[in-house]
């Protein structure tokens, strides 16, 4: 048998405040004293948990959103670029730099410097 779990249900409360206030996973895991693991696994066996989780990251990325909102205008104080890492690497899907190239039609293969080309 292992160890008995520190899970409580209060905890969700405390996950959603601390999403609120910009907490990533990994601080989250340090408030709470465990593991990012420790959290997944909470998530698959209490779908409360599993909720507070899913709102403390979206409370966090509007934290963060705001934050950027409001350095915009803080001038030479706001460090655009420390920002931009922060939000590109905690939230990827909704951050990063991406280009989408569509390619529609046929590929041909072409012979560069083939004999029919010098005549």
């Not at 066996?45 to 990325?61: G, K, M, V």
């Not at 890492?85 to 951050?95: E, G, Y």
Request: hydrophobic letters at 30%; one cysteine or more; proline letters at 3%.
């Amino acid at each position: 048998m292992g160890r008995p779990t520190k899970y409580d249900p209060a905890m969700c409360d405390q996950v959603i405040e601390l999403g609120r206030e910009g907490f990533g996973k990994a601080e989250i895991a340090y408030e709470l004293g465990v593991c990012r693991d420790t959290l997944d696994e909470w998530c698959r066996q209490h779908p409360s948990f599993s909720d507070a989780i899913t709102r403390a990251r979206e409370f966090s990325l509007g934290w963060w959103n705001k934050q950027g909102r409001a350095g915009v205008w803080a001038g030479k104080d706001f460090n655009a670029q420390a920002y931009s890492l922060q939000v590109r690497n905690r939230f990827p899907d909704d951050w990063r730099e991406k280009q989408e190239v569509q390619h529609s039609g046929t590929l041909e293969q072409l012979i560069v410097g083939s004999n029919e080309e010098k005549e």
